[in-house]
C-alpha cells in the first residue's frame, strides 16, 4: 500500500473515532439525558455511526480537501 494511501487510511479512522464520538456523545445526551442506559445508548449509536462514518470519510475528504483549495486558491 502507498504511504499517502496508509496516510489517509489511517487518517479517516482516528478522524472518525473522534468526530464520531463526540457527536454521538452529544446527540445522545440531548435526545435521551445522561441517565441509565446512557452509555449503551451511545455505544450503540457510536457503533452504527463509525460502521457509515469511516468510509465517508475515506471517500469524502479529498473531495473537501479539493474544494477547500479552489475556495482559498492554494494547492491542495
Known amino acids: 500500500m502507498k504511504p499517502h494511501v496508509k496516510f489517509h487510511l489511517v487518517f479517516s479512522f ?22 441509565a442506559g446512557f452509555f449503551s445508548h451511545w455505544l450503540h449509536a457510536f457503533l452504527i455511526a463509525y460502521i457509515i462514518g469511516v468510509p465517508a470519510i475515506f471517500l469524502m475528504a479529498p473531495v473537501a480537501r479539493k474544494m477547500t483549495a479552489g475556495m482559498l486558491g492554494v494547492e491542495a
Open 14 to 35: 482516528v478522524m472518525g473515532a473522534l468526530m464520531i464520538s463526540v457527536m454521538t456523545l452529544i446527540i445522545t445526551a440531548v435526545n435521551l439525558g445522561t441517565g
